[in-house]
């Protein structure tokens, strides 16, 4: 099946509707998990090639975006939807891939983190070299946090103070982290 993978810029704007309906919709059958986003919103991340998008014959399957948080010392790939016809055939694991490296590119000293309920999220996640983490290790910025606002399961995040929840926190780190630990190897190794 050919599917386009693209890093989204101004063309994919009409886009935008068709994913909020498509992540609302997914979230409403799921009964957790991702918060509601505005159109607006998800355009201007679209505008400014912070998200990737799938499509099959023009049409929208899957779509993913960027998040920077605490003054970009955070950077979290947000969102990820596949159309249900599309599932179950490696195409989230192609949009975080690629949305993964998008992020590293942009935001080098940034860490990369997510949140998530999902078992396939979870899979692609470690598969990139995330690991999962107490909710105190991601981003503190009260922004993030209160994005949950929308989500069913709020008051359970508001009754723990933040500190747990049903997803699982899920920790990357930054390009240049990964860049030095890998050179501290190899002079070790050169000894
Ligand atoms: C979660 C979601 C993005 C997965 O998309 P997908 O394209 O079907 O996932 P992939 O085909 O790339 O699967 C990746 C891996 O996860 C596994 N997987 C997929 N769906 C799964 C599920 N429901 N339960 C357990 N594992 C699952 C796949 O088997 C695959 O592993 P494998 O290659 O070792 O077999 C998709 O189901 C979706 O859009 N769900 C609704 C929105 C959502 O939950 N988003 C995540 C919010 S954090």
Redesign the pocket.
């Known amino acids: 099946m050919n599917i386009q993978l693209l890093i989204s810029d101004g063309r994919h704007m009409s886009y935008a509707p068709a994913i909020c309906v498509?992540?609302e919709e997914?979230?409403k059958?799921?009964g957790t998990?991702?918060a509601r986003r505005e159109v607006s919103y998800i355009e201007q991340k679209i505008k400014t090639s912070h998200a990737v998008i799938a499509l099959h014959e023009n049409t929208l399957v899957?779509f993913c975006y960027l998040e920077t948080w605490s003054h970009g010392k955070y950077v979290a790939n947000?969102?990820?939807?596949?159309?249900?016809d599309?599932?179950?055939?490696?195409?989230?694991?192609?949009?975080?891939e690629k949305a993964f490296d998008l992020a590293r590119d942009q935001y080098p000293d940034a860490k990369v983190f997510?949140?998530?309920?999902?078992?396939?999220?979870m899979?692609?996640n470690s598969e990139l070299g995330y690991r999962p983490v107490s909710f105190a290790e991601l981003t503190p910025d009260k922004a993030f946090w209160q994005g949950c606002q929308s989500c069913p399961n709020f008051d359970i995040l508001q009754r723990n103070q933040q500190r747990l929840c049903l997803?699982t926190g899920m920790l990357a780190p930054s390009k240049k982290e990964e860049f030095s630990k890998k050179k501290n190897k190899q002079n070790e190794q050169t000894k």
């Open positions: 498509l992540i997914s979230a059958l799921r998990g991702i899957g947000s969102g990820l939807i596949v159309h249900p599309f599932r179950k055939m490696g195409l989230a694991r192609r949009i975080k997510g949140i998530t309920t999902s078992p396939a999220v899979k692609i997803c």
